[in-house]
Nanobody, 125 residues
Framework: QVQLVESGGGLVQAGGSLRLSCAAS????????MGWFRQAPGKEREFVAA????????YYADSVKGRFTISRDNAKNTVYLQMNSLKPEDTAVYYC??????????????????WGQGTQVTVSS
């Protein structure tokens, strides 16, 4: 049974940093496509970042490129999202997700099969 558990969210001032963690069980992150998405109130869930199984290639939404970094620790079976230079518009619930049966990244939330419970990130101005 696949389980994803996010942690690390919180309240931070604009310009600050947070690191989100996604601890996985029931799968191996090094052979899985892992993604981070976010959803603000009244908005659709949107792609933030993803890392592929092959060579750990990284993908980012334009809105976070240069500020956020996705990485994984294979020994801990955990994926991270380092968020720097945070802006109020980054405020959302952040979700970790993975795809079933493939290590290929997708940037649409509908392509992901397993989701964590989400962690709230609030950036004050």
């Amino acid at each position: 049974q696949v389980q994803l558990v996010e942690s690390g969210g919180g309240l931070v001032q604009a310009g600050g940093s947070l690191r989100l963690s996604c601890a996985a069980s029931g799968l191996t992150v090094s052979t899985s496509a892992m993604g981070w998405f976010r959803q603000a109130p009244g908005k659709e869930r949107e792609f933030v970042a993803a890392i592929s199984w092959s060579a750990g290639r990284q993908y980012y939404a334009d809105s976070v490129k240069g500020r956020f970094t996705i990485s994984r620790d294979n020994a801990k079976n955990t994926v991270y999202l380092q968020m720097n230079s945070l802006k109020p518009e980054d405020t959302a619930v952040y979700y970790c997700a993975t795809r079933k049966g493939t290590g290929v990244v997708a940037t649409t939330y509908k392509a992901y099969d397993y989701w964590g419970q989400g962690t709230q990130v609030t950036v004050s101005s």
